[in-house]
C-alpha cells in the first residue's frame, strides 16, 4: 500500500503511526473480495498489489505506477 506516515491519534499504534491505503477493485464487506468480516485476515502480505516500474513516474509532489493485481490500477498521488 501507499504510506503515510507519523499519523498521531489515528487508532494505528501498532504500525508506529503508518496509516497504509491500497486502491483495489471488488467488493469490500463481509463475504466480498475483501473479506470485512474476520480481521486477522487484512494481513499486508496476503493482499498486497504487485506492480511494474514500466510507465511509473516519480517527482517532487507526484508519484505514479501502475498496479498489476485486482486487474490492473493506474495508482497516482499528489
Known sequence: GFGHSFISGAGCWE????VSVLPVTGSIGPGGDFDTGNAKKFDHKAY???YTHDGEIGQAGYYK???TSYGGIDAETT
Do not use: D, I, K, M
Open 48 to 50: 498486497a498489489a504487485s
Open 15 to 18: 504500525q508506529g503511526g503508518q
Open 65 to 67: 505506477v501502475r498496479l
